[in-house]
């Protein structure tokens, strides 16, 4: 089994929508989980970082972590074209400037 | 404030060859990363630095090398280039608590 699972894509919806995006874990020893936004031929940006279970919310975006079932989520509310973009989960030890494990990303296209 | 830059952004070599991926960082971060992707993968981690003098080995260090002699500076480099390394290349560097991050634009390699 993989450290880190992500939801294989691509995925397609219609501007609006609700996206939930998803990865799975097996390493318990992770504590620190962190989403990233990438755009075309561009680097990574950070985009929800959390040290915790529960739920985190900046805008549009929340990520939910549930460290019994070693599951992070990634909700996209109202879903523009400019969010059209990979998203890849990763997690860490002891922090976001840990040896990070990545997902393999998702890509997600948003219609107009 | 440029925030993180890479040198060059595309480069082909020849198999055997050996090149220098520059990066530079202005925020004064101690921590910093090489990381390379391939297509439909996540990041992988090639070397990280948690300040100058210091170094570490990632997931993948194999052809690789690095040093960090100023806070400011984390040349990766290859010697004998082989097609394996073909990738994007992205380095990254991180504040101490980890919520800052910034990644690079990217160098794209190609070994023929």
Known sequence: QKEVEQDPGPLSVPEGAIVSLNCTYSNSAFQYFMWYRQYSRKGPELLMYTYSSGNKEDGRFTAQVDKSSKYISLFIRDSQPSDSATYLCAMGNTGANSKLTFGKGITLSVRP | ?112
């Open chain 2, 1 to 112: 404030n440029a925030g993180v830059t890479q040198t060059p952004k595309f480069r082909i070599l020849k198999i055997g060859q050996s090149m220098t991926l520059q990066c530079t960082q202005d925020m004064n971060h101690n921590y910093m990363y090489w990381y390379r992707q391939d297509p439909g993968m996540g990041l992988k981690l090639i070397y990280y630095s948690v300040g100058a003098g210091i170094t570490d080995k990632g997931e993948v260090p194999n052809g690789y090398n690095v040093s960090r002699s100023t806070t400011e500076d984390f040349p990766l480099r290859l010697e004998l280039a082989a097609p394996s390394q073909t990738s994007v290349y992205f380095c990254a560097s991180i504040n101490a608590g980890g919520e800052t991050q910034y990644f690079g634009p990217g160098t794209r390699l190609l070994v023929l």
